[in-house]
């Protein structure tokens, strides 16, 4: 009888077997009264009608909450401190100054060969680690499956995440090449979400981890926070769990402290790190000259950024406000401050550090994260949010927003550092950046515009090397891709040069 309740699943055992153990009754009560305590007791409206293994599940989940935090960073994140007026904020802005960044249209041509060929030797020297952000799911883009799996339509049909670790893999060879030592290593550390972590760790294992082994392809889990009522009450998802939501990539800190990540970093002998988002298809993966630059300046965060579009392109910027370096968002500045250009180029902004968010750390830095992390700030993300009804036990969907969703940013932690220790690339877009936001036929920002960017973007690298080619524009192809494990960047085409290629095409080795 019991291994037929075992395949239906009405078994008390966990997932390893183990039988469950009902909660011992002294260690509820200490429970319940922490949450009577908080105002928040009706989290147990329903326990005494759950099964042991509901009871074992849901007292678990509401031990690992400390619901007087909840509250005060809830009380917190809705009533915030009053922020300056968009007029008012005119007055504490200013762009990050000279000593502060760098730019590779103006940067000199041995200047960016010198920070590239010091990262390369950082890489080497293994010294270089990667954390990829992916702890999204590809619902905008119709597909329930982690956006780093998502295929944009390349003639190849490769996912995100293959042609990521393809640059991770091309960097460790071109730091091998220049060194002749073999086995150079890059880990890639890569976050996930609830949602998204068994289903990236089952596509890395079916994809063989792209070739880079298993021990340094490392999957964490970021953290989740209770969805709060807008009445302030901890929101049931079901009777026997509560609604919670990932805290957003400003997570990234707790995940790597609560995880193994930060303690294999030191054991590897990590000394930077550079942190990106999953959906920039463009993303230029442990990028040597990036890593060199901001060890160069031997600062602790740096920052990518690309040029804005236009004053009413809706990206954060990255500046000073109030002399420390920080982002303020798109909303946060009236339109004479978006449209003021820069009195030494008067052809471009005088704010237009897009930010991307594609940084770098010093692992320095990251050793304290225990110092700062619980004081960054929580944003609210109002959201219709399904919930048990604890007054009848039913269901509830509502048709508009019904309460909060709490999240942290990655770069609340910029306003922390003296300004000596913060530093600024600017790249170029065409190069560098292009995010998988929309669904397809969007026509900003979708899987058709990611396709064409890196098509154009080979297309340039052969014409560069000196190669040719040649659109069949009656069915609309244009462009090439260029394998990364061919080029990282644009290097190595040298065997192109006089040949022609017919598009659209996918080099994928010599």
Known sequence: MNTIMERLHLSSKDEDGVPVKKPEDEDLKKLQEQYNKANQGHVFAFYDELDVKDKAALFSQLSAIDPDHINAITQKSLHPLKQPSANEIVNILKPL??????????????????WYSSGIDLVAEGKVAVVLMAGGQ???????????????????????FQIQAERVWKVQQLAEKKHGKKNIVIPWYIMTSGPTRSSTEKFFQEHNYFGLGIDNVVIFEQGVLPCISNEGKILLEKKAKVAVAPDGNGGIYQALLMSSVRTDMRKRGIEHVHAYCVDNCLVKVADPVFIGFAASKDVDIATKVV????????????????GKPDV???????????????????????????????HYYSFRFLETIEEWAHQLPHHVARKKIPYVDTDNGETVKPEKPNGIKLEQ?????????ELEKFASLEVKREDEFSPLKNAKGTGEDDPDTSKKDILNQGTR????????????????????EVSPLISYGGEGLEFLKGKEIKAPAVLERE
């Open 97 to 114: 100054p000279e000593s502060a960044v760098a730019s590779i249209y103006d940067s000199k041509a041995e200047d960016i060969e010198s």
């Open 138 to 160: 590809g619902t905008r883009l119709g597909s329930s499956e982690p956006k780093g799996c998502f295929n944009i339509g390349l003639p190849s049909s490769k996912s995100l």
């Open 307 to 322: 040029r804005k579009r236009s004053a009413k392109e809706s990206v954060g910027l990255i500046l000073l406000k109030n």
């Open 328 to 358: 303020v968002e798109y909303s946060e500045i009236d339109e004479a401050t978006a449209e003021a250009k820069d009195p030494k180029q008067p052809d471009v902004l005088k704010f237009r550090a897009a930010n991307i968010v594609n």
């Open 409 to 417: 940013f990655v770069f609340d932690v910029f306003p922390r550092l």
């Open 461 to 480: 690298w052969i014409e560069s090397a000196g190669g040719t080619v040649i659109s069949e524009e009656e069915i609309g192809a244009t462009g090439v």
